[in-house]
C-alpha cells in the first residue's frame, strides 16, 4: 500500500535562505531597502511570503540578509521555487531580482499490510535478536 502525501504538505523543518548584496558605487538617498522572499510552488502560488527590510549603509558596500523558515513544503510535483524581490521601503512597486529553482526529492516508503509484520534487528555481530 503507498500513502499519497496531501497536496500541500509542509513538514517541519528549519531552514534558512541567504541572500548576499553588493551595493555599486553609487550613494544611497534612502537608507533602508525592503527585500522580499516568496516561496512558489508550480503553478505560481505563493507558499511562504518573507519581507525583511535592511539598512543599505554608504559605509559598507556588502549586506547579507537571513530569512528563517520553520517548515518545508513537500507537493507533488516536487517543483518549489524562491523568488527575491526589491525595493526602497515604502516606495514603488517590488522589483524580482532572480529566482532559484528547487527540486525537492520524496522517497515513498511502501509498508507492507500484514498484521503478522514484525520487527527485527540485528546485533554488531549480525545475529538476530529475537
Do not use: C
Not at 528549519?14 to 551595493?23: A, E, F, G, I, Y
Not at 525595493?87 to 498484521?115: A, C, H, M, T, Y
Amino acid at each position: 500500500m503507498v500513502a499519497e502525501a496531501p497536496e500541500q504538505l509542509l513538514i517541519p523543518m528549519k531552514w534558512n535562505v541567504v541572500t548576499l548584496w553588493t551595493r555599486g558605487d553609487e550613494s544611497f538617498e534612502i537608507p533602508v531597502a525592503m527585500e522580499q522572499q516568496t516561496i512558489v510552488r508550480a503553478g505560481g502560488k505563493d507558499v511562504f511570503k518573507a519581507i525583511v527590510p535592511f539598512e543599505v549603509s554608504n559605509d559598507h558596500s556588502n549586506f547579507r540578509n537571513t530569512i528563517a523558515f520553520t517548515a518545508f513544503p513537500l507537493f507533488g510535483n516536487n517543483k518549489v521555487t524562491i523568488e527575491i524581490y526589491l525595493r526602497n521601503q515604502g516606495q514603488g512597486e517590488w522589483v524580482k531580482r532572480f529566482d532559484f529553482p528547487l527540486l525537492v526529492e520524496r522517497s515513498i516508503l511502501e509498508v507492507p499490510n500484514d498484521d503478522k509484520a514484525e520487527v527485527r534487528s540485528e546485533s554488531d555481530h549480525g545475529e538476530s535478536i529475537a
